[in-house]
């Protein structure tokens, strides 16, 4: 039975009192809407919930959820729920929580919370029925014959694993079961967060010490889901009653700092409300200006941080407004009546966080010194901000005033709130972590790590990954285990090592190598901060004994003892005909016998002048084309885009008018760059091959940092050919780059 509570009105530290300087609301402006219903969940308690009816008897007990409910969907069924409360009622008859209260107080205060967010009919009926199953003689038949079967899935999803089953594994498969669930709707952990709350709210019954187990599993794993839910009014009152049980003297520390606030004669944060209403009034913008208090742990935390507080760090002021461009007019207000913090700017508008929440985050200049923090955001916004996904309703009924194949539904953290990204990440990841230590363990070290960043592909698409996250944690949000075979990054468009660590809007292309010898590196273990990759890589190194010497950021993936030979043997494995040669820190290769090769013919306009192509650009047909005069009556020809040309023209050479013949074949340096590997460059010289090209020579320096530079001077019998020779030298797997090369040189 998970009648874990007590009497409300018993004496404990598990309900933080709040003071009622903090729950007092500042004076309404002049003219405003109707104000919507507010989300004060501190202020429901069993008086709230039962109302004035003796204990035995709970006549109009569903009343206030009704009343609740009425409030955001006037138009709802109410008859699912009258249903419902009587089902519960009846089974739940005779059973009694800790504290000797009914337990039908239990559901019916879980209810009358998600109606207070906003929550629609059949998470409100599921919620009157989730521990039916679990307590009762009810079955989930029953409930899908009675209730339908999205009413059954929440109830079998909220629903705990017998310990007589499972053993200790049963609360992390529990929660297990239900994270499983919440991948298909997330209203299972609506209803669960809710329940914790009540359970939080009532603790005080419970022995010390199971009150602290109950506490630090709530910190540890149903905290952070809130927040990623973005159900802040239940994640702060969770904190606060964490922090109660946790910490009992740094809450009596925090408790008399808000006390002794309140009793202050003046209150700077109303002074500077009323100034704002004013501003705001002046420019014509409707709003409502609201003093919104600090819940106890934040006011602990900026205590923490700053040591002495002063009247404004109490609370912060929330201004509200109709639509999402009074927000900026507002803002605009603000920062040209008032003394802006330009460095407290944030645009949580145009860029929201992964939560769904949305607004812009300020703070205006006192006297005195003190600082207040400003919130601007719609109503709308507001209820976002406050319930999270409760607020969306059911979010798989389809809109109906939206197409069936919306584009809105296309790949991204923030568009789909029903299956955001962290979750998708956590249920592919639980699949591979089959021991129950192990997947408790990894889940609660995945949800501390409560900030996110997105990061986008080359094709468009986002990747969500948490603050911290390296190109290794991408390669396997990617690609999954297919991820073994990455041999590199760009980021931002420049060449990175894997254990790069990504920021919020970096644009990441993963080269990745199509070897079948691929393996990860037993490194990576060291650059991977999301559970995917880590247990990915460990699941590969432990049925693989004695791998693991992929690529790495020490070590290029030549192999793991040929850091100075493998170039000189990669090479002469690449021909048997080819000499090579080893000076030092390149490594030459030269067709022994090839013959020398005639250039592109080239006419320059001077008759009987000798013409040689520049080796610093190797122009070919049809790049534009100048030449200059050297030494012994000799034109060069250089691409108009080298930086020969430049140099020489700062020094007053004189350019000669040239131009291609007739004849295409021609002579080309290419520079290849790639993450070295074994055959790498028999893999190259036979793609030039393939294209028709003969090598005349090549250089292939030494692997630094992961990479290798070959540069090859080529001949062609056809300059047209020059694109698809690049193309497929670009395709040998390990290549992620070929260019023209473009040396710089002296004056000749």
């Not at 009425?70 to 519960?88: G, I, S, T, W």
């Not at 199953?133 to 014959?145: C, K, M, P």
């Not at 080239?602 to 200059?628: H, K, S, Y």
Request: hydrophobic residues 40%; contains cysteine.
């Amino acid at each position: 039975m998970s009648a874990e509570a007590t009497n409300p009105a018993t004496a404990g530290p598990a309900v933080p009192p709040v003071p009622p300087a903090l729950t007092a609301s500042a004076p309404p402006a002049p003219t405003r809407r109707k104000a919507r219903p507010r989300i004060d969940l501190r202020r429901l308690g069993r008086a709230a919930l039962l109302g004035p009816a003796a204990r035995d008897r709970l006549p109009d007990a569903i009343g206030h959820v009704v009343e609740a409910h009425r409030a955001h969907h006037p138009d709802a069924d109410l008859e699912p729920l009258r249903h419902a409360y009587v089902l519960a009622e009846s089974s739940h008859r005779g059973q009694t929580r800790k504290s000797g209260e009914p337990y039908i107080t239990h559901p019916l205060a879980v209810t009358l919370i998600l109606a207070e967010l906003g929550a629609e009919t059949t998470t409100l009926t599921a919620s009157l029925l989730h521990d039916t199953v679990e307590d009762t003689e009810v079955t989930l038949d029953q409930v899908r014959e009675q209730f339908g079967e999205e009413v059954r899935y929440l109830v079998d999803g909220v629903t705990k694993l017998e310990k007589v089953d499972y053993g200790a594994a049963a609360e992390p498969e529990t929660f297990r079961k239900m994270l499983v669930a919440t991948g298909n709707d997330v209203r299972v952990m609506s209803i669960k967060l809710a329940d914790r709350l009540h359970n939080m709210r009532t603790l005080g019954v419970m022995r010390p010490e199971k009150q602290a187990r109950i506490a630090k599993v709530t910190r540890d794993v149903l905290i952070p889901l809130a927040e990623r839910l973005g159900v802040q009014a239940i994640k702060t009152e969770l904190e606060d009653l964490v922090f109660a049980v946790l910490h009992p003297a740094e809450y009596a520390r925090t408790r008399e700092l808000i006390a002794k606030n309140g009793a202050r004669p003046t209150d700077p944060l109303a002074e500077a409300a009323e100034e704002m209403r004013g501003v705001l009034r002046e420019a014509d913008i409707p709003a409502e200006v609201l003093i919104r208090p600090r819940h106890f742990v934040s006011v602990h935390r900026v205590a923490r941080k700053r040591g002495r507080l002063r009247g404004t760090d109490f609370g912060r002021l929330l201004v509200l407004v109709n639509e999402d461009a009074d927000c900026y007019a507002v803002l605009g207000e603000l920062h040209t009546c008032m003394t802006p913090v330009v460095s407290e700017f944030k645009d949580f508008i145009a860029v929201p966080k992964f939560n769904l929440y949305q607004s812009l985050h300020t703070a205006v200049a006192r006297p005195g010194g003190q600082v207040a923090e400003v919130l601007i955001r719609t109503h709308q916004m507001h209820k976002v901000a406050e319930a999270g996904v409760v607020a969306l309703g059911n979010p798989y009924a389809p809109a109906s005033d939206a197409p069936a194949n919306d584009a809105s539904a296309a790949d991204g953290e923030r568009v789909d709130p029903t299956r955001p990204g962290w979750l998708s990440r956590l249920l592919d990841w639980q699949q591979a972590a089959s021991d129950p230590d192990t997947f408790w363990s990894t889940l609660r070290e995945d949800l501390a790590q409560d900030r996110e960043i997105t990061v986008f592909r080359p094709d468009g698409g986002a990747l969500g990954l948490p603050e911290g996250a390296s190109c290794v944690d991408a390669a396997y949000a990617q690609y999954g285990e297919d991820a073994h075979a990455c041999i590199g990054a760009r980021v931002n468009g420049r060449l990175a090592t894997l254990s790069t660590v990504l920021r919020d809007g970096d644009t990441v292309q993963l080269l990745m190598g199509q070897d079948p010898a691929s393996e990860p590196s037993r490194e990576w273990l060291e650059h991977a901060h999301t559970p995917a990759a880590r247990i990915a890589i460990q699941r590969w190194l432990a049925t693989h004994p004695g791998g693991g010497t992929g690529t790495d950021d020490d070590t290029a993936a030549t192999g793991p003892d040929d850091r100075g030979s493998a170039p000189a043997q990669t090479a002469a494995a690449a021909r048997d005909d080819d000499s090579t040669r080893r000076d030092g820190q390149t490594t030459a290769v030269t067709p022994a016998d090839a013959p020398r090769p005639r250039g592109a013919d080239v006419l320059a306009d001077r008759p009987g002048a000798a013409v040689r192509l520049a080796g610093c650009c190797t122009p070919v047909p049809p790049d534009e084309i100048t030449g200059f005069a050297v030494r012994g009556g000799v034109v060069t020809v250089h691409r108009v885009e080298c930086a020969a040309v430049a140099q020489m023209k700062s020094l007053g050479r004189a350019e000669i008018v040239v131009r291609w013949g007739d004849t295409a074949e021609c002579r080309v340096t290419l520079v290849a760059e790639s993450f070295g590997r074994p055959h790498l460059l028999a893999d190259l010289t036979e793609a030039i091959a393939l294209e028709g090209a003969e090598i005349v020579s090549a250089t292939v320096e030494p692997p630094s940092q992961q990479r290798v530079r070959h540069t090859y001077t080529l001949q062609l019998p056809d300059a047209s050919r020059l694109p698809s020779l690049m193309r497929a030298m670009r395709d040998v797997p390990g290549v992620y780059d070929v260019s023209r090369a473009q040396h710089q040189t002296t004056t000749p």
